[in-house]
């Protein structure tokens, strides 16, 4: 078919447009990827490396999320010949082909990477990820004074657990950081085997800067040899989302042996709304969620402990939380005496510094660095732990 024309000089200009050829009738529909104007470099490769298996040529595919990838990781097979690269806001992005397979890798600095394999047998899909993550990373290296931490997040692509490692000082370091009655129920808890456990939910509450956070990265050390230890970034989003909670409760399971198969503590920090006496109403099923996967029907099969801390009262928490059975231990962690702070100021010169009631860690930080405590009608309120 032909059409003309004219220009903007008035010159005929004379137009082919060809039809498609017919498909047949028994072909496939054809496969559409839209792209626009606002599509970066990165996300027209991931659009590309989807082709291959979108249309069927390459039916099979693997992927897997990396952390602690090693810099100089190639993540790809020497023979790959590369199609496309992309580096842009801290990503690079390697789209490459070999015989038979299509490989796309996107790696970001904070170590983290993405790999994804499209083949045409599932064997050879298998193979070239092999190839692509062998020797590619090393976890993060720990020692005395730290302890390997996982964190979770809902991302774009959904949840991720980003590993790292942080310092946790033993507990018997800081021992003299807690009150009598509370160092006692900690040491009970530090003390705590895989076989000993009991309850599945663990309560940490009390006023903020009272040392609940440090005690916790005391637990992730101690418990190490048989816990895992992650903190979940977004409590909210994790009982609010179903896929999100699957994904944290279930973990890996490639380790079919019960004995072997590590524990898992999940730690959730300042989560009043969650637990409060109207968490029902305010929170929809999040309670609900959370108290399935510590003793209802999620949690059944699952070697996961929970641990809470909250600035509210016991008495204000919501009775299903902190009823009998539940809890693997309900800690007030509160105020030192007076007599404690003194002893762990050991400094006679800020002792007007301290009240009859004591004082909490927070408070006693800021004596030792010289820092005048605020006045208690002039403390401002706040709904946060903080670091303690």
């Not at 078919?1 to 010159?11: F, I, K, L």
């Not at 020497?78 to 789209?95: H, I, Y």
């Amino acid at each position: 078919m032909t059409m003309s024309r004219e220009t903007p000089q008035g010159v005929p200009e004379i137009l082919h447009l060809v039809e498609p050829p017919e498909a047949p009738l028994d072909a496939p529909p054809p496969v559409v990827l839209n792209l626009d104007e606002t599509s970066s470099p990165s996300e027209v490769m991931d659009v590309l490396s989807l082709r291959p298996f979108a249309t069927g040529e390459q039916p099979w595919s693997r992927s897997v999320r990396l952390e602690h990838v090693k810099p100089e990781a190639p993540l790809r097979p020497p023979a790959a010949r590369t199609v496309r690269a992309a580096n842009e806001r801290g990503k690079e992005s390697v789209l490459a082909e070999g015989e038979g397979w299509t490989l796309l890798t996107s790696r970001w600095k904070s170590g983290i990477a993405y790999v994804s394999v499209s083949a045409v047998t599932e064997d050879l899909a298998q193979s070239v990820m092999d190839e692509c993550v062998r020797d590619a990373t090393d976890p993060p290296k720990t020692d005395d004074a730290n302890v390997e931490m996982g964190f979770w997040h809902m991302g774009s692509r959904g949840p991720v657990r980003t590993g790292r490692a942080i310092s946790a000082d033993a507990w018997q370091d800081i021992r003299r950081n807690y009150t009598a009655p509370v160092a006692e129920a900690l040491d009970r808890v530090m003390s705590l085997t895989r076989e000993e456990v009991t309850g599945r939910l663990l309560l940490l509450h009390g006023p903020p800067g009272t040392g609940k956070t440090t005690a916790l990265r005391a637990l992730a050390r101690a418990w190490d040899p048989w816990c895992q230890s992650d903190c979940v970034l977004d409590p909210e989003a994790l009982f609010g989302t179903p896929s999100y909670l699957m994904e944290v409760a279930v973990g890996d399971e490639d380790d079919d042996d019960a004995d072997k198969r590590r524990w898992r503590l999940l730690i959730l920090e300042d989560c009043d709304e969650l637990i409060g006496g109207e968490a029902k109403q305010s929170a929809g099923q999040g309670l609900s969620r959370l108290l399935n996967l510590t003793d209802g029907m999620l949690g059944q099969g699952r070697d996961v402990l929970v641990a809470i801390t909250t600035n509210e009262d016991l008495a204000r928490l919501h009775p299903a939380v902190v009823r009998p059975g539940r809890c693997l231990a309900q800690i007030e962690v509160g105020r030192l005496t007076r007599s404690e702070s003194l002893a762990w100021l050991d400094d006679t010169s800020v002792e007007g510094e301290i009240g009859a009631d004591g004082a909490t860690l927070a408070e006693l930080v800021a004596l030792r660095k010289g820092e005048k405590a605020p006045e208690a009608e002039s403390a401002p309120s706040t709904g946060t732990g903080f670091y303690l």
